[in-house]
């Protein structure tokens, strides 16, 4: 509990909420893993922060446990559906090319193939 935090302005959410953050994702972690909070923290993406290209779409059907067409795809798009048919994106040559935005070359599976839940697809990039 804390109490009065502090003459800066914040509330007592500013205060508590980061450290009940902090606590609830060790919980989480120990909970799926047996590991507690000394584990590395859980990498995030976040796609709304990403800049939109012309060929996002706003509705996109992907069928669950198929792996998606994602050639000549935004790397936005790509990553969202490769999340939503339940696979997880690798990203592969990234690091060689100037700033993006990227379009998507090549992947890995090809598409319509099964996806196991979790199971990766990598994702080949070029500029455009």
């Known amino acids: 509990m804390f109490d009065e935090p502090g003459s800066t302005g914040l509330t007592g959410g500013d205060v ?15 909970r799926a893993t047996g590991r507690g909070i000394d584990q590395e923290p859980d990498l995030r993406l976040s796609l709304r922060d990403w800049p939109v290209s012309e060929n996002d779409e706003a509705v996109v ?28 994106p ?5 690091a060689d090319l100037p700033e993006g935005p990227y379009l998507v070359q090549g992947q890995s599976p090809e598409a319509g193939g099964d996806l196991s839940f979790g199971s990766p697809v990598k994702i080949k990039l070029r500029a455009p």
């Open 16 to 30: 508590a909420a980061p450290l009940f953050k902090k606590i609830g994702d060790a919980i989480m972690r120990y």
């Open 61 to 88: 059907h992907v069928e669950v446990g198929k792996v998606p067409e994602l050639k000549g795809l935004a790397l936005k798009a790509a990553v969202h559906r490769v999340v939503m048919a339940g696979g997880t």
């Open 90 to 94: 690798r990203i592969e040559g990234l």
